[in-house]
């Protein structure tokens, strides 16, 4: 049984910075990529950043440079650093596994979390 779980979600003001965090169980990595989406409010869920299991990262463009994929194998715990965060990321944020290759993409996601908010206020 897969379990992802999230925390850290908050309210930040722009240029503040939040760290999410999954705790993830149950699912084979190596069919896997795991990663984060986000959907805000009228707005389609859109993938954020993923890793696969050789650790390759991915970032949608609107988030490069800015937001930080990582994971703790010891822990089995998936983080999201987001550093200048903008009112623009404001969403809730979900951890995800998704199956090999469609990483980034809502379709391909097989397991969801619960979501957590991100609000960043101007």
């Known amino acids: 049984q897969v379990q992802l779980v999230e925390s850290g979600g908050g309210s930040v003001q722009a240029g503040g910075s939040l760290r999410l965090s999954c705790a993830a169980s149950g699912y084979t990595s190596s069919n896997y990529c795991i990663g984060w989406f986000r959907q805000a409010p009228g707005k389609e869920r859109e993938g954020v950043a993923t890793?696969?299991?050789?650790?390759?990262?991915s970032y949608a463009d609107s988030v490069k440079g800015r937001f930080t994929i990582s994971q703790d194998n010891r822990k089995n715990t998936l983080y999201l650093q987001m550093n200048s965060l903008k009112p623009e990321d404001t969403a809730m944020y979900y951890c995800?596994?998704?199956?090999?290759?469609?990483?980034?993409?809502?379709?391909?996601?097989?397991?969801w979390g619960q979501g957590t908010q991100v609000t960043v206020s101007s």
């Open positions: 995800a596994a998704a199956q090999v290759p469609w990483c980034m993409e809502v379709p391909g996601v097989a397991y």
């Open positions: 890793i696969d299991s050789d650790g390759s990262t």
